[in-house]
């Protein structure tokens, strides 16, 4: 897509998130006051889990009922419901955050959580994974940028769990990070004082990419697939010590972000 286009049409998707956002946090408050969610039981849960991912529609990044039967808890990955922050880098971006809600007893929590991704990342999402320039609705906007992203909640909490278990050297002043997506990469970094989000800055397509490179993609996302839509993602700096994971696994991961770090920086 011409840069100008995508521009447009990154300041588009940006004005739908802040009110779809904003909205949606409302409707959830409303809904647990209508519905009095605060007192339910569990036979009731199923149907508000229901009712709550339905309230987010298309702009949840993940979802996740955990917990017991007897005190189930529903885990919501989401945007921040806040006006546009800045990164390390002094950029605009929006930012991903936690909503966790529990029953018996009843409890709701929002935390920092995952990532944030650059305006500039966002605008080359567009530039360099949409092949036209054709005119797109807002339904396909919002697809674009999330179908890109689906890999992002996984691979935050993969970055953090490598770092809880020393596992990449945290003595330097930033780490440089790699998140595969639908039809590319994104590349950011984790500033080591904050430790608390991965911040992606931009976005490179696949035919970008050299042989070796999508090979190292290819070893990431077998991690990402297999993990996306488990538990994994949620599971944030002191709780990732319990995850159990394959040590091939673990360093196919980070021979692969290796490899493609290098590559990518020459």
Not at 32 to 48: I, M, V
Not at 75 to 95: A, G, H, I, M, P
Not at 144 to 167: C, D, G, K, T
Not at 227 to 245: K, P
Request: include cysteine; aromatic fraction near 8%.
């Amino acid at each position: 897509m011409d840069p100008s286009l995508a521009k447009g049409v990154k300041n588009q998707l940006l004005r739908e998130i802040c009110s779809k956002v904003n909205t949606t946090i409302d409707d959830i408050v409303k809904y647990s006051s209508k519905s009095n969610l605060k007192n339910s039981g569990r036979n009731e849960w199923p149907q508000h889990v229901n009712n709550i991912i339905k309230i987010i529609g298309q702009f949840s990044l993940a979802t996740s009922s955990m917990g017991s039967k007897r005190k189930p808890t529903l885990l919501l990955y989401l945007f921040e419901d806040k006006d546009r922050s800045f990164n390390t880098w002094e950029e605009r971006c929006v930012s991903s955050e936690l909503l966790q809600i529990s029953i018996n007893p009843f409890f709701s929590k929002v935390t920092q959580a995952g990532f944030n991704i650059s305006e500039h990342a966002i605008q080359r999402i567009f530039e360099r994974a949409v092949p036209h320039n054709n005119p797109i609705t807002s339904n396909e906007i919002v697809h674009v940028f999330l179908n890109e992203l689906r890999f992002a909640p996984v691979i935050s909490a993969y970055w953090f769990w490598l770092i809880s278990q020393e596992i990449i050297n945290t003595t330097s002043k930033n780490i440089d990070i790699i998140i595969p997506s639908v039809n590319g990469l994104f590349l950011g970094q984790i500033t080591v004082q904050k430790i608390n989000r991965c911040e992606i800055r931009t976005f490179v397509p696949v035919e970008s990419l050299s042989m070796a490179q999508r090979q190292s993609r290819d070893l990431i996302m077998i991690f990402a697939e297999n993990f996306e839509n488990t538990e994994i993602a949620f599971l944030i700096m002191s709780v990732l010590n319990q995850v159990q994971i394959k040590s091939d696994l673990k360093d196919d991961f980070i021979h692969a972000s290796e490899v493609l770090r290098a590559g990518l920086s020459k």
